[in-house]
């Protein structure tokens, strides 16, 4: 069982930056781990993805270049450094772990994942 805890969304203005963490625990082997978002009226989608072993990471078309994927393995934390956050960034960020493994990418369909944190809120105001 995996239990994951999110912190550090809020509210920036557009341009700027946020550093999401999930914090892991649990007695647990994942290979994958990710994040993905919600907003208001739309589907959860994924945002980036990266095996636990080995540090491979692959992202969404609309976040290349500005979120960047990254673990601590030593502190069962995943983060995710958001930078030029765009009002079409906010939403709803959740942690999930157990993605499914595709090669050395993981999986960015929600429906691959087996376990979810609570979420926490990110809003961008243009």
């Known amino acids: 069982q995996i239990q994951l805890t999110e912190s550090g969304g809020g509210s920036v203005q557009a341009g700027g930056s946020l550093r999401l963490s999930c914090e892991a625990s649990g007695n647990f082997r994942t290979s994958c781990m990710g994040w993905f978002r919600q907003a208001p009226g739309k589907e959860r989608e994924g945002v980036a993805g990266?095996?636990?072993?080995?540090?491979?990471?692959n992202y969404d078309e609309s976040v290349k270049g500005r979120f960047t994927i990254s673990q601590d393995n030593a502190k069962n934390t995943l983060y995710l450094q958001m930078n030029s956050l765009k009002p079409e960034d906010s939403g709803v960020y959740y942690c999930?772990?157990?993605?499914?493994?595709?090669?050395?990418?993981?999986?960015?369909?929600?429906?691959?994942?087996?376990?979810w944190g609570q979420g926490t809120q990110v809003t961008v105001s243009s």
């Open positions: 999930a772990a157990a993605l499914a493994r595709i090669g050395n990418s993981c999986s960015l369909n929600p429906k691959s994942a087996s376990y």
């Open positions: 990266i095996v636990t072993i080995g540090g491979h990471t």
